[in-house]
């Protein structure tokens, strides 16, 4: 898809206000970088990449238990 066909949209809920932004080829860029640098990051923890496969003891349970609400995991954990 051309870029330039491309708007980013940034919603505030709280306000009920949207924003409309072009996209420069630039700013997609910069967030393809991002996410592969995050994947990498992400598959970097896993047991074995090739099958994805994460073990719960390479992640181990904070102790700041405040952060547990806020935690994308909370479900697969026994605190969820």
């Keep these: ?3 330039n066909q491309l708007i980013g949209v940034e919603e505030n809920l709280r306000l ?3 924003h ?3 996209l ?7 967030a393809r970088q991002y996410m592969k640098a995050s ?3 992400m598959q970097s923890l896993l047991h074995d ?8 003891d390479y992640f181990p349970k904070t102790d700041k238990l405040a ?14």
Excluded: Q, T, Y
């Design 20 to 22: 409309v932004h072009a």
């Design 67 to 80: 952060r547990c609400m806020g935690c994308n995991f909370r479900r697969a954990c026994e605190r969820g």
């Design 16 to 18: 009920g206000e949207a």
């Design 49 to 56: 990449p090739e099958r994805n496969v994460a073990l719960m």
């Design 39 to 41: 994947i990498l990051r």
């Design 24 to 30: 420069k080829e630039w700013v997609l860029e910069e």
């Design 1 to 3: 898809m051309d870029p």
